[in-house]
């Protein structure tokens, strides 16, 4: 009697173990800001779901480290918030299960804009989910008591040269900066981003780099004249221009910002009165009238145990209804089809932010990854980076730079 | 007797146990398996598909002696050395002033400290607004006249100026450690030795230069010996000051700076081998250096 009892308990516990998949999730900087929103669209999946439970856990700067570790140590996450340059890094070392071999093709392109789905592909394969996204130009942002001072009509500046003069007439007339521009963050290659935007093209038809024409050594020229007169200042060599905008503009020291409205986010608590004075306006663009932007992308480890439960989650957070709530909470690009016409993301007030964000949010098809990044990316974007530094400083001139860093990109290129 | 000698032994032992284990661990093992791994090829890919290193001999220490970066990266971390003579004068000598019995002494000596304990990234931000082109350093010498407005630069941007500004914030970091080391050293030196020299008409440099440091040398081959080593290790200001770049134009990239981007700076393209090469290669810079360490005081210890 006490045998059989016995048996139907183990029984009963091992069914209930198989009917319950404990599945691992890491999202990158997302806690605490935004732990409601994660843990009421993991309470949602798990309430459609009843037999998956899901573990959430934020990391942060140890993000890339914490994911190679827990592989090696077969203890691998089962869904994982990355981004672009790290999701074709861990693709490239086998780090990640294609996410066609558990998804249709032809599913994944009705559920997320091509455009972005397209900057997760690597040899034929997608490798992520897109997420959230952002656009780098996103919004005009401006003081407009400095413009006016420097006698600036916001209403001329059309494009990114228009912007370059405004900022030497903001400069002269008030002594604060006017836009900040990337021209090389610690993280990628931000002047390879400026030709894109101006039209000029990264590659030559071989895929062989091809950014030292005439015109792309004209187009360093130009900003680091910028930089030698001031203009746009020289601490952009060193602190990320994002970050720079966000503390010189809060400060009143710098009169534009372009990017994300969420930068508003930190200028309203920086400077309340700041805030309240912000014009929005639509972004500038180069020559070649396009937005760059990113995503962020929910991946599947390979060494996942449970991918059918992962990729079942991964398709559920990053579905429209789920990325319009998260672009409700902040203002992100949702990267979900159809999102322009969703009624979730139209504006709701005139506060500056909000038209921002019903500008911004439903923008997703317009993020365009720009070109997809070589192989032996660390080495040949810090040999790039180190090259228009020496422009910058003096040491070398536009079209020596320009030369020697496709000179290594080609020797170098896996 | 020997029995009660062999308990006494296996005793002492069982204390040390607990610390040895975990030294073992996470000490020992590791700089022995990244000695090896510098020996072989091992990238993530390797890691992630359940491969072991292979064993490449010295492959990787000969790309790595021929790679400029990193021989830059040695060459900086070797200037940045010029910090460690700097640092113990200073130290030492403001040890013997704190010291004195003096009013207020306890205050300055809490003052010196102070940076020891402070966070690397909260002094970053004092120190960046010093070192900044409308910054205090700047500022300061405009007002002693030996520059003008036009020669304001930002010392951090200028490839003559970036390492030697971070050397000069290690150094401030340092300073109230080795103080503190040197203090409780000049406390251990009997007074009575210092009063017979005074009444034997001894100066005070003379009781400084044949008393005082005679007597500290081995608290000056600890300080040395271990600013040295933090020297050649040197990362964390370099990280902070530059984001990792080790800019402008590499002029403060060290070679630790180069394991650290080898390896944990951009760990899913992270080439262990490499890395364990280059590790290797700075451990022999430091044992080289602490031999010659040892080897000064011991030949000054035979003259006596």
Redesign the interface.
Same mark, same amino acid.
């Given at each position: 009697m006490l045998k059989r009892w016995l048996t139907a308990s183990v029984l009963a516990l091992s069914l209930s173990a198989l009917a319950q998949t404990q599945i691992e999730f890491w999202t990158y900087y997302l806690s605490p800001n935004f732990d409601n929103y994660i843990k009421s669209t993991i309470a949602d999946f798990e309430k459609e779901n009843p037999t998956i439970k899901v573990r959430w856990v934020d990391k942060q700067d140890t993000m890339e480290r914490d994911l190679t570790a827990a592989v090696a140590l077969g203890k691998a996450p089962d869904v994982v918030n990355l981004w672009q340059d790290s999701t074709f890094a861990a693709a490239q070392n086998k780090i990640l299960t294609p996410i066609t071999q558990l998804v249709n093709r032809n599913v994944l392109n009705q559920l997320y804009y091509p455009n972005v789905l397209d900057m997760f592909v690597m040899d034929g394969q997608v490798y992520g989910l897109p997420w959230y996204g952002w656009l780098d130009q996103g919004v005009m942002m401006y003081n407009p008591d400095l413009l006016q001072k420097a006698g600036v009509d916001v209403r001329t500046i059309r494009n990114t040269d228009d912007l370059l003069a405004a900022s030497a007439r903001i400069k002269q007339a008030t002594g604060a900066y006017g836009w900040l521009p990337p021209v090389k963050d610690p993280n990628g290659a931000s002047f390879l981003g400026r030709f894109f935007l101006e039209g000029l093209p990264v590659y030559d038809k071989d895929g062989k780099a091809a950014f030292n024409s005439p015109a792309h050594v004209a187009l360093l020229q130009k900003y680091v004249d910028a930089m030698k007169n001031d203009v746009i200042p020289q601490e952009l060599l060193r602190k990320e221009a994002f970050q720079l905008s966000n503390e010189l503009y809060s400060q009143g020291k710098a009169a534009i910002v372009v990017g994300a409205p969420t930068t508003l986010n930190r200028v309203k608590e920086a400077n309340p009165d700041l805030y309240a004075k912000t014009r929005i306006a639509s972004a500038p663009l180069g020559k070649a009238g396009i937005q760059t932007g990113g995503a962020m992308s929910l991946v599947v480890p390979r060494a996942s145990k449970n991918q059918s439960a992962a990729i079942r989650f991964a398709l559920f957070v990053t579905n429209r209804t789920n990325q319009v709530k998260f672009a409700n909470v902040v203002p992100i690009v949702s990267t979900a089809a159809g999102s322009e016409n969703d009624p979730g993301l139209k504006a709701k007030s005139n506060d500056p932010l909000e038209i921002g964000k019903g500008m911004n949010s439903a923008s997703g098809r317009l993020i365009n990854p720009g070109f997809k990044p070589p192989k032996n990316t660390d080495d040949i974007y810090k040999n790039f980076n180190d090259n228009v530094e020496a422009a910058f400083l003096g040491r070398k001139t536009a079209k020596q730079a320009l030369d020697d860093a496709v000179a290594f990109w080609n020797a170098n290129a896996k | 007797m020997k029995r009660q000698a062999l308990t006494a032994t296996l005793i002492a032992y069982a204390f040390l146990a607990p610390a040895l284990v975990l030294m073992g661990l996470f000490t020992f093992y590791p700089v022995f398996y990244g000695s090896y791994l510098g020996f072989t090829d091992y !990238?993530? *890919?390797d +890691? *992630? /598909?359940g491969e072991g290193p292979r064993w490449v001999g010295l492959k990787n220490l000969q790309f790595v002696l021929s790679d400029p970066l990193f021989q830059t990266g040695i060459l900086n971390s070797l200037k940045y050395l010029l910090v460690v003579p700097l640092l113990q004068i200073a130290s030492l000598a403001v040890a013997v002033l704190v010291n004195q019995k003096l009013p207020l002494m306890a205050f300055f000596r809490v003052g010196y400290y102070i940076p020891v304990v402070t966070s690397i990234s909260l002094a970053a931000v004092m120190w960046e607004w010093i070192f900044?082109?409308e910054g205090f350093l700047n500022w300061s010498l405009q007002l002693l006249n030996l520059i003008n407005a036009e020669g304001r630069f =930002?010392w +951090? +941007?200028n490839?003559h100026t970036a390492l030697w500004a971070i050397m000069l914030v290690t150094f401030w970091r340092g300073f109230g450690y080795y103080m503190v080391l040197y203090l409780a050293g000049l406390q251990s030196i009997p007074a009575e030795l210092e009063e017979a020299a005074t009444l034997d008409g001894a100066t005070a440099w003379q009781r400084f230069w044949l008393i005082i440091v005679p007597l500290m040398r081995p608290t000056l081959l600890l300080c040395s010996l271990l600013s040295t080593i933090a020297a050649i290790r040197v990362l964390e200001e370099i990280i902070v000051f !530059?984001?990792? /770049?080790g800019?402008?134009?590499?002029s403060t990239y060290t070679a630790l700076l180069y394991v650290y981007?080898k390896s944990?700076g =951009?760990? +899913?393209? *992270?080439n262990f081998g490499v890395a364990g090469a280059a590790g290797l290669l700075i451990a022999l810079v430091g044992f080289a250096l602490s031999y010659i360490n040892f080897r000064l005081t011991r030949e000054e210890r035979g003259e006596r």
């Open positions: - | !990238t993530v *890919a +890691l *992630a /598909s900044q082109k =930002n +951090l +941007l490839e !530059t984001g990792g /770049s800019g402008p134009l590499n981007n944990w =951009n760990m +899913l393209n *992270a």
